[in-house]
């Protein structure tokens, strides 16, 4: 399983960016996903997760009425919206992809229910 994470860039604070994670190599439709962030000289945290069907979310504190993770099945492809963007998001995002113990689930939050990631995508937002 290969996970593409793109998206990232510069921004300015209340701004937006859409993240995207392209899953090849496996049935995407089967895996719950998530998201990841992780600042400089900081441990790599939790974001959002997205049920394998889409039905149910969940979200960290810090970003919860301002992100929105969502998929396309058909596209292979998770997104994550971020809107009213802050300095502290500032961070490396992670796409995230279980593996076979954790098909058809529920959203996942836990950084070991996670078997494949894809390279960071960086966002950087300015004050």
């Known amino acids: 399983v290969q996970l593409q994470a793109s998206g990232g860039g510069l921004v300015q604070a209340g701004g937006s960016l859409r993240l995207s994670c392209v899953v090849s190599?496996?049935?995407?439709?089967?895996?719950?996903m998530g998201w990841f962030s992780q600042a400089p000289g900081k441990e790599r945290e939790f974001v959002a997760a997205?049920?394998?069907?889409?039905?149910?979310?969940y979200y960290a504190d810090s970003v919860n009425g301002r992100f929105t993770i969502s998929r396309d099945n058909a596209k292979n492809t998770v997104y994550l919206q971020m809107d009213s963007l802050k300095p502290e998001d500032t961070a490396a995002y992670y796409c995230?992809?279980?593996?076979?113990?954790?098909?058809?689930?529920?959203?996942?939050?836990?950084?070991?229910?996670?078997?494949?990631w894809g390279h960071g995508t960086l966002v950087t937002v300015s004050s």
């Open positions: 190599g496996g049935t995407f439709s089967a895996y719950a």
């Open positions: 997205i049920s394998w069907s889409g039905s149910s979310v």
């Open positions: 995230a992809a279980p593996g076979r113990s954790f098909l058809y689930t529920g959203y996942l939050q836990h950084l070991w229910q996670y078997d494949y």
